[in-house]
């Protein structure tokens, strides 16, 4: 058993080290509603080491401290650092399935409004297609001369799975590792009455798709009240206004 309180693995002056990116992340979402009253969270793993830095559950995410991150080996999944007065997020298992399954560099994790409408309104799938924003949003396909992941276009359609919300977080294990396999290119999955999930090779990346899903989601409600579908083609909107 190594030593859990060694605090070099939390110690930078560097902001992008993950026990101090993590904590600036937490505090953005707070301002943004998505991570409120201890909800959500984040993990990322450690761009040279590998190591994945947990966000602890239980706290208000907004006032996290470095000294508060969880950190863990990738390969072993032991514990290499545990806060004292805390204990691991909720969201671990699922993180660990969203790096496993995705081979994710980091995922965000938030009780977005946005989310928890949209899975009221949708049944199985969030479905908005022709909006400029889905080029944010990796296809799932990778280019095979560059060897990056190739965006969704302008005309493309993006769907991302809804799974139903369980009584502890933890438990949405076996649901999450289903949704995963059946839908290959997906880059996020939202749980219904609970928020969202989104990963991506980097934690910048995860970002960049989180706040597009965000965008997308609050438009596919503003276009659901309208009563235009969400995957109306381009010039079909005439027919649904009044
Ligand atoms: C408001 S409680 C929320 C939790 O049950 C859970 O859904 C969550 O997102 C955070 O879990 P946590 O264990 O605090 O990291
Ligand atoms: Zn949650």
Known sequence: MSNQNDDSLIHSDDPRHPANLICTLCEQ??????????????????????HYYLAPSGVQKEQMKPEDIFVMDSQTLEYLRVPPKYKPSACTPLFLACYKKRNAGGIIHTHSQNADVCSLIFKDQLKIANIEQIKAIPSGNIDPTTGKDISLSFFDTLSIPIIENVAHEEDLIDSL???????????????????????GPTIDKAKIYNEAIDYLMELAIKMYQLGI??????????????
Not at 179 to 189: E, I, R, S
Not at 191 to 197: D, L, N, S, T, Y
Not at 229 to 242: D, R
């Open 177 to 199: 590792n289903d949704v995963l396999d059946k839908n290959p290119h997906t880059c996020a999955v939202i749980v219904r009455r609970h928020g969202i999930f989104v990963w």
């Open 29 to 50: 979402f707070f301002h943004n509603n998505w991570c409120t009253g201890t909800g959500g969270g984040i993990s990322m793993k450690h761009p040279t080491t590998n």
């Open 229 to 242: 579908p969400t995957t109306c083609g381009i010039g079909e909107e005439k027919n649904y206004l009044k």
